[in-house]
T-cell receptor, first 117, second 112 residues
Framework: DVKVTQSSRYLVKRTGEKVFLECVQD?????MFWYRQDPGLGLRLIYF???????EKGDIPEGYSVSREKKERFSLILESASTNQTSMYLC????????????????FGPGTRLTVT | DAKTTQPNSMESNEEEPVHLPCNHS???????IHWYRQLPSQGPEYVIH???SNVNNRMASLAIAEDRKSSTLILHRATLRDAAVYYC?????????????FGQGTTLQVKP
């Protein structure tokens, strides 16, 4: 079974702290994604990466950065956490499979519920 | 990027078929249509995808209109475990970056 794991299910941090959210996938997928999910706003794409050391901004990258040093690991970094970054963070990965065309099947982790106080 | 439109919510009775509609009138000729669902307290999970032909798998069927401006996800016999938010997605961005655009989705309630 494809597995996407996230470092924590629940995390509580203080305003101004630097926060690292880790995501690891075990299926040798090229593409990896970070989303946040908020009530009434659905899933919004923060950053994604389609190769090691490559990254692209999603729809809401402000206040976040990412790191992809190894193919299986994609880290989301909150440089200085703020209360408006309290949210559910979801990581996903997908293969670059030409048979499925652009997009492909994304596999999601269980999510990290981050609370910034 | 193509935009999709879905009803906010739908209800179904257990063991009856459910047809979840999606409009994607601006989809390009090479864009796949993807469906995901999200069960309570879980990350989204892939359901099905298609391009032009109708598709079937163990979870559901996908019926795509001939003009590709709309599609319908069909759950043949709804169970209580099918209660979830269902997302109809189109790819975003160029090339094979795997980016998908999630909308608000349809919240499906299944009544016993």
């Amino acid at each position: 079974d494809v597995k996407v794991t996230q470092s924590s299910r629940y995390l509580v941090k203080r305003t101004g702290e630097k926060v690292f959210l880790e995501c690891v996938q075990d299926m040798d997928h090229e593409n990896m994604f970070w989303y946040r999910q908020d009530p009434g706003l659905g899933l919004r794409l923060i950053y994604f990466s389609y190769d090691v050391k490559m990254k692209e901004k999603g729809d809401i990258p402000e206040g976040y950065s990412v790191s992809r040093e190894k193919k299986e690991r994609f880290s989301l970094i909150l440089e200085s956490a703020s209360t408006n970054q309290t949210s559910m963070y979801l990581c996903a990965s997908s293969p670059r499979d030409s048979r499925q065309g652009p997009g492909g099947e994304q596999y999601f982790g269980p999510g990290t519920r981050l609370t910034v106080t | 990027d193509a935009k999709t439109t879905q009803p906010n919510s739908m209800e179904s009775n257990e063991e009856e078929p459910v047809h979840l509609p999606c409009n994607h009138s601006t989809i390009s000729g090479t864009d796949y249509i993807h469906w995901y669902r999200q069960l309570p307290s879980q990350g989204p999970e892939y359901v099905i995808h298609g391009l032009t032909s109708n598709v079937n798998n163990r979870m559901a069927s996908l019926a795509i209109a001939e003009d590709r401006k709309s599609s319908t996800l069909i759950l043949h016999r709804a169970t209580l475990r099918d209660a979830a938010v269902y997302y109809c997605l189109s790819p975003g961005g160029s090339g094979n970056t795997g980016k998908l655009i999630f909308g608000q989705g349809t919240t499906l309630q299944v009544k016993p």
